[in-house]
């Protein structure tokens, strides 16, 4: 069976899908490192929405995805930018996502750890984003599950320079029940951010960022960085105060960071595993046996597509991880939450489909095949 992909040029080209998923097996959480997946959301493909309005997610679905990332021994971080958070998901919605999903992580022993922002305002003084935070964080924490500091448009539009962030994260930091993750979300993720931690100087917002945790060790457990630029990953997480874990958030460089050097290793924290997630798994339990170079070669091939999939405006790669669940059966559609399905490219997804067949990560590889031809002659491909 062969099928026809239009390249980058919109030209068709024949492509034989591959026959035999990749082997994989559902196990119990890893030994060396402590991994996370940015776990999107599904959405109703029923409800009567347009863009604008809350999200319509589909539950059922939603929590079932997230019992297949456990199955395989992964975290959940959930409500994060993969959940599409401020691009279709609003805060009420990513409430009730919290409260579910922490519901859903005890009931069956599943690591979870939630994005607490400030996404109920769309801007305010100072007092009102610490104020949003407060309410999000009690969200979390009464919901028993991990909270995660994600960077705030709000905060970003509000401080004036280092010192604000300083003291509204220290305010959080001191008032948090248990230590925290704290996530520096990149501007090529969320144009928002730019200049977060009081400068547009990545060196001197490293220093402010540096200072927070300095400040408060016993309260964050890690930290997950999204630049997508590996040196200022491993420089950050070598001046670390000791305890402190570094989760890589970078979808370009992850395998090497997690393997790591002489003088430490990163653990994670990926929207890529979300639709690698039993392929990662595998890898990092080859690593749990000391075998680098296995992990290596397991996880290196997966790059390609990670890179496809975050290449600019990175902000959207979302479309291509809910295609991907999508293929792999792990949902009946391919609608997204604020009609995001419609913002990648036909080519796009093409080339991201070819890329996860090549890797083996649909399990029913003719299903794949079937439901990519069914989105082709949407398109008007001749099947």
Avoid at 66 to 80: I, K, N
Avoid at 113 to 140: H, K, N, P
Avoid at 272 to 297: H, K
Wanted: net charge negative.
């Amino acid at each position: 069976m062969t099928i026809q992909l239009p390249d980058h040029t919109g030209r068709l080209r024949t492509y034989e899908p591959r026959t035999d998923p990749l082997a994989v097996t559902t196990g119990a959480p890893f030994t060396s490192r402590t991994v996370f997946s940015a776990a999107h959301v599904v959405a109703d493909p029923y409800a009567d929405v347009t863009p604008d309005s809350p999200a319509a997610v589909d539950w059922d679905a939603t929590l079932a995805f997230r019992r297949h990332l456990w199955s395989h021994g992964l975290g959940v971080a959930e409500a994060m930018d993969t959940a599409q958070r401020g691009m279709g998901l609003d805060w009420a919605g990513a409430a009730e996502l919290i409260r579910r999903s922490a519901a859903e992580a005890k009931s069956v022993g599943g690591l979870i750890a939630c994005g607490v922002g400030t996404d109920q305002i769309a801007s305010g003084t100072l007092a009102e984003v610490r104020a949003a935070y407060e309410e999000q964080l009690a969200v979390v924490e009464e919901a028993g599950a991990q909270a995660i500091l994600m960077a705030s448009r709000a905060l970003a539009a509000a401080a004036t320079g280092p010192e604000d962030y300083l003291e509204i994260y220290g305010h959080l930091l001191r008032q948090s029940a248990e230590p925290v993750i704290l996530h520096w979300l990149g501007p090529m993720f969320d144009p928002a951010l730019e200049g977060y931690w009081g400068s547009s100087d990545l060196d001197a917002a490293t220093d402010t960022f540096l200072e927070v945790i300095a400040a408060h060790p016993d309260k964050v457990d890690g930290i997950k960085v999204s630049l997508l630029d590996a040196e200022r990953e491993v420089d950050l997480r070598r001046r670390l105060p000791q305890g402190v874990r570094c989760y890589t958030g970078d979808d370009f460089n992850y395998p090497q960071l997690i393997a790591g050097d002489e003088q430490g290793f990163s653990h994670a924290l990926l929207g890529i595993f979300d639709p690698l997630g039993p392929l990662a798994a595998q890898a990092v339990r080859v690593l749990d046996a000391g075998d680098v170079a296995g992990f290596r070669e397991l996880l290196d091939p997966t790059v390609e597509l990670s890179r496809h999939l975050f290449q600019p405006p990175t902000r959207f790669y979302k479309t291509g991880v809910v295609f991907l669940a999508w293929l792999a059966g792990h949902q009946s559609h391919f609608t997204m939450v604020g009609g995001l399905q419609s913002a990648r490219s036909l080519p796009h997804l093409a080339r991201a489909y070819e890329l996860a067949d090549g890797l083996g990560l649909f399990p029913d590889p003719k299903l794949a095949e079937e439901r990519m031809k069914t989105l082709l002659s949407v398109y008007g491909v001749d099947r």
